[in-house]
């Protein structure tokens, strides 16, 4: 909050009692907090608008309300003010609601959620469009999957990739060997995170792989880096090399300018170098013109799991962009599939995934027969590779929710986990999902909140459906989405 004495600062007696009601909200007293608000909102209009004071106390009323009063509980108005002081307390209603979740209280949680949509054009949207919107008639291209081509049963993405099961075997014998420098970027101690999979496919595939990590946090990189890097790409006689993004340190240009300078050299070498944009639909906010920054000077060819973004590709770049997913992997199981007769949600709920939070509440309240296993936290949080796959295969049914803030579903990594271990996936629609699978062949959608709680207990209801759906959807996930439409893509791209 705004210093006592600084020119937008509210008088002393206002600051002092923000500053005694923000101690009382962090000490969870609903109570108390809640007498000093009102006074400031009463006493010092200016103040309260500013410190958005009407959504702490509409918060507090929901804390304090009886369980039998929260659906006819009546709130002020809290418009939306962009500042500081709002994002910190819609960090608190979020944290709130899930833990209110997580003890089974979706009643208060999602009165904590709809109030957070006052001032989250993000949760306002999810509301409207998802959880109250009625369950409408399919449109034509919803209830035509994207991913079937006209007269054929090979999803549209295939014929995109260009790529054949005698050009794989091709692809194998010919780069037997190749060295492959993997950039890799680990956020847990898990062994199947994309980049434990990217090695993983390639030695499979045949390739030489060597792997160095990328740094994670502004920083880390600095000139000690910047030498392993350069002794990582002499050491090989043109190599592929495949990185992410770097966390450069943002005091330090002369390490991101030392490490590009280093990619240059290695292209001039022979090197070939793919970049990897995992959160496509990030880089998409940031600027359409942003995916392709680097791209003949830096690195030759760039891939993404995005195909929303398709159309908005340059002509004169089409022909190095490869629009497919990262090799994915899961660990061996020998557990029966599907014997748990409910839905599962296993993932995060912070930052890009939020609107999770409103779907847990929601559904909770509806009494689906849903149990979510949600991360808030740090990444090193999650479930074990065991007890993730394990989940994905035993429940009857993997739930996964798409939408980012940008409005737009994406296919995330469970689309592909989920009918990898043998589950059936049960996503909120996306183009991009459908770009890659089958509705109603090798997955199930829904894009309310009704269509959610009708789907699921159809499919509880019909182990024959649903064993077909999950058949069919590990065949093509083990087919196509293991690396060797992967690799082969990106080496036919990049050597011909």
Known sequence: MTQPGSPDAPPLSEAIRLSMADRLLNQENWAAALTLL??????????????????????????????????????????????????????RLQFRGFLFCQAGGFARARRLMRLLGDVDPFIAACYRTRIDA????????????????AGGGEPAAIAALGVSE????????????????????????????????????ARAFGLDVREMPTPTMPGVADEAYVAALGAQLRDADAPLVLFSEFAFPP??????????????TARRNGAKVMRGDGDAWFTQLLGPDQ???????????????????????????ADRVVCWPWPYRMPALDVEAGTIPRGCFVGSAHNAGVARLVWWAESGARGLPIDFSVVAGKRTDQLSDADYAGMLRRYALTVNFTQRP???????????????????????????????????????????????????????????????????????????????????????????
């Not at 009407?54 to 309300?65: D, F, P, S, T, V």
């Not at 009625?134 to 081509?149: E, G, I, L, M």
């Not at 920054?293 to 891939?303: I, N, P, R, S, T």
């Open 406 to 496: 940008s409005g737009v579903g994406i296919l995330t990594g469970r689309a592909i986990e989920a009918p990898l271990c043998g589950g059936l996936l049960v996503e909120e629609d996306s183009i991009d999902t459908r770009y890659f699978m089958a509705p109603g062949e090798h997955y199930e959608t829904f894009r309310t909140l009704d269509e959610l709680a009708g789907l699921t207990a159809a499919l509880l209801a019909d182990p024959a459906r649903r064993r077909r759906i999950a058949a069919a959807g590990q065949a093509w996930a083990n087919r196509y989405y293991t690396g060797d439409y992967f690799w082969t893509a990106i080496l036919a791209r990049l050597w011909g």
């Open 134 to 149: 009625a369950t409408r008639a399919p449109t034509a291209a919803a209830s035509t999957s994207a991913a079937v081509a």
């Open 166 to 201: 005698r050009q794989i075997a091709a692809a194998k014998q010919r780069f037997a060997g190749k060295r492959l420098l993997v950039l890799t970027r680990h956020y847990t101690e898990g062994a199947y995170e994309v980049a434990d999979n990217l090695g993983r496919s």
């Open 291 to 317: 995916h392709y920054v680097g791209l003949g000077d830096y690195f030759d060819l760039v891939h993404h799991c995005h195909p929303t973004i398709l159309p908005d590709t340059p002509v004169s770049f």
């Open 38 to 91: 009102e006074l400031i909102d009463a006493g010092s209009p200016a103040a309260s608008a500013a410190y958005a004071v009407k959504l702490a106390i509409a918060h507090c009323r929901i804390e304090l309300a009886p369980a039998e009063a929260l659906d006819s509980l009546v709130l002020p108005p809290c418009p939306a003010t962009g500042t500081h002081t709002e994002d910190v307390r819609r960090v």
């Open 251 to 264: 005091d330090r240009p002369d390490i991101e300018t030392a490490v590009y300078d280093l990619l240059r």
